[in-house]
């Protein structure tokens, strides 16, 4: 099992900037990959980017293409989303995930608040 904490969420003004960390312990040698979701108030958790480990191959979906940018640290063990020219819809529980294989399910964080104001 994996235990995934996330920190970097705030409060941010409409067109900020913010990066988001993930730090994985425990099995990490197991992680196929490693992703990042966000759930707003009353929508379902979506998915927003991921990274396979081991290849650094990046998965984007339409929600984060051209604003946020997932990577990562092998060194500190550590998964990042940076977010930019953020939007007061952006503002959600932001989620950190991983999974053991392609097919296997996502393990998740405990989430970080993020909220843009306008």
């Known amino acids: 099992q994996v235990q995934l904490v996330e920190s970097g969420g705030g409060l941010v003004q409409a067109g900020g900037s913010l990066r988001l960390s993930c730090s994985p312990s425990?099995?990490?040698?197991?992680?196929?990959?490693v992703g990042w979701f966000r759930q707003a108030p009353g929508k379902e958790r979506v998915l927003l980017a991921r990274i396979t480990y081991s290849t650094g191959f990046t998965y984007y979906t339409d929600s984060a293409k051209g604003r946020f940018t997932i990577s990562r640290d092998n060194a500190k063990n550590t998964v990042y989303l940076d977010m930019n020219n953020l939007k007061p819809e952006d503002t959600a529980v932001y989620y950190c995930?991983?999974?053991?294989?392609?097919?296997?399910?996502?393990?998740y964080g405990q989430g970080t608040q993020v909220t843009v104001s306008s």
């Open positions: 425990g099995r990490t040698s197991s992680m196929y990959s």
């Open positions: 995930a991983a999974r053991a294989t392609a097919i296997s399910p996502w393990e």
